[in-house]
T-cell receptor, first 116, second 113 residues
Framework: AQSVTQPDIHITVSEGASLELRCNYS??????LFWYVQSPGQGLQLLLK??????LVQGIKGFEAEFKRSQSSFNLRKPSVHWSDAAEYFC??????????????FGKGTLLTVNP | GAVVSQHPSWVICKSGTSVKIECRSL??????MFWYRQFPKQSLMLMAT?????????EQGVEKDKFLINHASLTLSTLTVTSAHPEDSSFYIC?????????FGAGTRLSVL
């Protein structure tokens, strides 16, 4: 069974500081990995994805993530956080093996607070 | 990127009535859409997979007679909450698949009085 662990429920950083959100996954085949962001009362916006190839992927809003197969991790990073980055961040794993039809399993999310 | 529209964004209804939520893919066709439920400060819980032209596949524990899903076209899936009760109050989000990526609607907040 597939699963995603986001160890940090809540992270607080100062504006301008660097950020790393952790994500570990369990998946039986080659994983498709995603990071989504959700603002209060809104749907989810895709930040970035990893399907294959270069293990360092760039996303929108200056975010990047690195796929490390040996550690089953897909951590999200940003060198300098802006106040507008405050939101809930979800890591997700999925794929199309066994006819799963790209069904996603989400982590519990990490709430990011940005201090001025 | 692909755009998914969800309507309404907020609905209040009386207990015992039914509510329909629409999910549309605006600039692409989606043979597969998903319906999620999200409780406050929690992650998304997959309710069902909606397949165009066939019956939806429900996750374990989700009542298919209460949450009716219809995917009648390649751009529209609907979720009907039948005989809604206060415990059905929640945030419902849909997504549609394009090139292996799920794109999400903005969600519907359902409040059952």
């Amino acid at each position: 069974a597939q699963s995603v662990t986001q160890p940090d429920i809540h992270i607080t950083v100062s504006e301008g500081a660097s950020l790393e959100l952790r994500c570990n996954y369990s998946y039986g085949a080659t994983p498709y990995l995603f990071w989504y962001v959700q603002s209060p009362g809104q749907g989810l916006q895709l930040l970035l994805k990893y399907f294959s190839g270069d293990t360092l992927v760039q996303g929108i809003k200056g975010f990047e993530a690195e796929f490390k197969r040996s550690q089953s991790s897909f951590n999200l990073r940003k060198p300098s956080v802006h106040w507008s980055d405050a939101a809930e961040y979800f890591c997700a794993v999925g794929g199309n093996s066994g006819g799963s039809n790209y069904k996603l399993t989400f982590g519990k999310g990490t709430l990011l607070t940005v201090n001025p | 990127g692909a755009v998914v529209s969800q309507h309404p964004s907020w609905v209040i209804c009386k207990s015992g009535t039914s509510v329909k939520i629409e999910c549309r893919s605006l600039d692409f066709q989606a043979t597969t859409m998903f319906w999620y439920r999200q409780f406050p400060k929690q992650s998304l819980m997959l309710m069902a997979t909606s397949n165009e032209g066939s019956k939806a596949t429900y996750e374990q524990g989700v009542e298919k007679d209460k949450f009716l899903i219809n995917h009648a076209s390649l751009t529209l899936s609907t979720l009907t909450v039948t005989s809604a009760h206060p415990e059905d109050s929640s945030f419902y989000i849909c997504s549609a698949i394009s090139l292996g990526i799920q794109y999400f609607g903005a969600g519907t907040r359902l409040s059952v009085l």
